[in-house]
Nanobody, 124 residues
Framework: QVQLVESGGGLVQAGGSLRLSCAAS??????????LSWFRQAPGKEREFVAA????????GYADSVKGRFTISRDNAKSSVYLQMNSLKPEDTAVYYC???????????????WGQGTQVTVSS
């Protein structure tokens, strides 16, 4: 019943930027009670945590591999979460997924809802 839809992926050269979006079928009030996160999975690799924005207090968290390059943000009025990716590297190539967890922790390991993913490819 709850849908998360990612967009904004594509092909970019190393050093370039992309901005991913995830739109959720929550009301703006309900959306504000969910922690929103981004994960990614490269071919042959395990899914890994990228970034999260807490439901309460405005806390954010990032994987060490993306700190200083990626920025997560959210717009509760639009029920959307974003991932601004700068200084992209070939190792950032992966399918990126957004996820939502009701009153979840920033570094929580379980989520209630997942999107279908958007492909990001970074060329050398």
């Amino acid at each position: 019943q709850v849908q998360l839809v990612e967009s904004g992926g594509g092909l970019v050269q190393a050093g370039g930027s992309l901005r991913l979006s995830c739109a959720a079928s929550f009301s703006m009030v309900s959306f504000s009670t969910y922690t929103l996160s981004w994960f990614r999975q490269a071919p042959g690799k395990e899914r890994e945590f990228v970034a999260a924005f807490s439901w309460n207090g405005g806390s954010t968290g990032y994987a060490d591999s993306v700190k200083g390059r990626f920025t997560i943000s959210r717009d509760n009025a639009k029920s959307s979460v974003y991932l601004q990716m700068n200084s992209l590297k070939p190792e950032d190539t992966a399918v990126y997924y957004c996820a939502a967890k009701f009153r979840g922790a920033v570094y929580g390991t379980t989520y209630d809802y997942w999107g279908q993913g958007t492909q990001v490819t970074v060329s050398s």
